[in-house]
């Protein structure tokens, strides 16, 4: 997938205030090697030293010697940020994009601002405000308050995690999607469409991950309005809307003999039956104009 260096020995990044894409950068590349993350202006040795990965600051974009600023850019560039940089170098970048609804935004926000940001999103500055979390907002002033970050500190230890669930997300979800593609079937039952995912050995631990995103990758979002998947809780099947659809109320085959769970809200039922007439009896049943 990428290369990496012999021995990555530490990590650079701009001292000052912290944000979202020089946190998550580090956080990626930590996934290399366990090193130390020191939080200052980068000297020439470090930028010609490909054991040093300099980040978000040194206005170059080097990636063969694991610099990734991007403060070099033309203001009229696509938004790119320092973890769009580490992510375009691990190879990740791609998957990233399509699997991470959140990244392009991020991408926004650190390049023009919360103003452009928020009138490409098509929504009120304040709406942005509304967003935070005091999650975001003490990690990342931890992040900031600290020169040094090292193995068994508390923040350091929470970008390990943070960087490992991310390269993982990404690069099962790659591997869950082509197993989607190769197993799940779309039903066309009367007037509405499902997508089907059977049950297979093994059966993985979220038999329902990748469903939605298969979906779109078909480009059926505005047919497919239920989803059937191997219930990882028993032998039956978990059946769910997909994009909330209103028209699958699944309250209306609650009293169902093989039906052993529905939500209140009508979105979600489980069910003991795996056999595929009486999934698509079902779905017809919860099915409503």
């Not at 320092?82 to 399509?98: I, N, Q």
């Not at 009367?190 to 995103?213: H, Q, V």
């Not at 209103?246 to 209306?252: D, G, I, S, Y």
Request: hydrophobic share 40%.
């Amino acid at each position: 997938m990428f290369e990496c260096p012999s021995m990555l020995t530490s990590i650079v990044t701009h001292p000052g205030g912290a944000h979202k894409d020089d946190f998550l950068a580090c956080a990626v590349l930590l996934t290399l090697a366990p090193v130390t993350i020191e939080r200052r202006n980068p000297t020439a040795d470090d930028l010609l030293n490909p054991e040093v990965a300099v980040v978000d600051i040194g206005h170059e974009h080097a990636p063969e010697r694991y610099n990734f600023d991007h403060h070099q850019f033309t203001r009229d560039s696509t938004p790119t940020c320092s973890l769009s940089l580490v992510l375009t170098h691990l190879g990740l970048y791609d998957d990233a994009r399509e699997f991470c609804d959140w990244l392009e935004v991020t991408e926004w926000f650190d390049c023009r601002g919360p103003v452009e940001t928020a009138a490409w999103l098509g929504i009120d500055r304040d709406a942005l405000a509304r967003l935070n979390s005091p999650i975001d907002i003490t990690v990342l002033r931890r992040f900031a308050d600290q020169s040094i970050h090292q193995p068994g500190e508390p923040i350091w230890e929470i970008l390990r995690m943070i960087g490992q669930d991310l390269v993982d997300y990404v690069t099962n979800l790659r591997a869950r999607l082509d197993f989607v593609a190769k197993h799940a079937e779309v039903w066309t039952i009367g007037t509405f469409k499902a997508l089907y995912m059977p049950r297979t050995e093994p059966t993985p631990d979220d038999a329902s991950a990748g469903l939605a995103a298969h979906v779109e990758k078909l480009g059926l979002e505005n047919e497919i309005i239920a989803l059937v998947y191997p219930d990882s809780r028993g032998s039956g099947y978990g059946m769910r809307r997909f994009n909330d659809d209103a028209r699958m109320e699944f309250t209306l085959i609650s009293q169902e003999a093989d039906v052993h769970f529905t939500h209140a809200r009508g979105f979600i039922a489980k069910t003991h039956s795996s056999d595929v007439s009486r999934l698509q009896q079902l779905l017809r049943k919860a099915y409503k104009e």
